[in-house]
């Protein structure tokens, strides 16, 4: 028999210790302005959902895709970072008015997010392998999953309100658009060598 008030607090934990970065990184797409609020909530459940899937089947993952290519995706981090400077660089350069270009990819802020979450997941992969190990029945698997489905919606609220926070919201503004690229830029440096070590 589980003890699903014991699942609830491994589950809970289990996403804070493999998450407590992703606060970070979710207000500073929720501070940036080309980044819509919607995409980045459902970028963030994709990828948090992708690690949970890979968690879930690890062990065979694991198996077939060496851990160094995993960590390969820091590589997308750093070319967003490298391209949100080049873009910073272009607007001071030009004195003209900040114009926000409409693109033609319309999910691309959805999918960059679900891609920086997914490529900052090393630490949930090697978690969430032996704790879908342990707890291996659906009924644990699903359990814990709606957790972690759950929480990333939690985190999504607290990144939202710290950003919107009068005091954290002036620092970012005057800020943000030069520690964005600089932090994720930094992230992928992070999961590179992670990866290798």
Known sequence: MTDFFALIGIGISSFIATNIDDIFVLMLFFSTSNFPKTQIVVGQYLGIG????????GSLIAL????????????????????????LKKNNNSKSEETIPVSRWTHLPMLTVAAVTFSNGGDNIGIYTPLFAKYSSAGEVIFI???????????????YYLVRHPLIASRIRKTGHIIFPCVLIGLGIYI????IL
């Open 50 to 57: 992708l690690l949970v899937v890979i968690g879930t089947s």
């Open 64 to 87: 077939v895709v060496p851990h160094f290519i995993i960590g390969l995706l820091g590589l997308v981090p750093i070319s967003i970072g490298i391209m949100k400077l080049v873009h």
């Open 145 to 159: 999953s709606i957790i972690f489905m759950f929480m990333t919606g939690i985190w999504c609220v607290i990144a």
């Open 192 to 195: 590179l060598i992670s990866s």
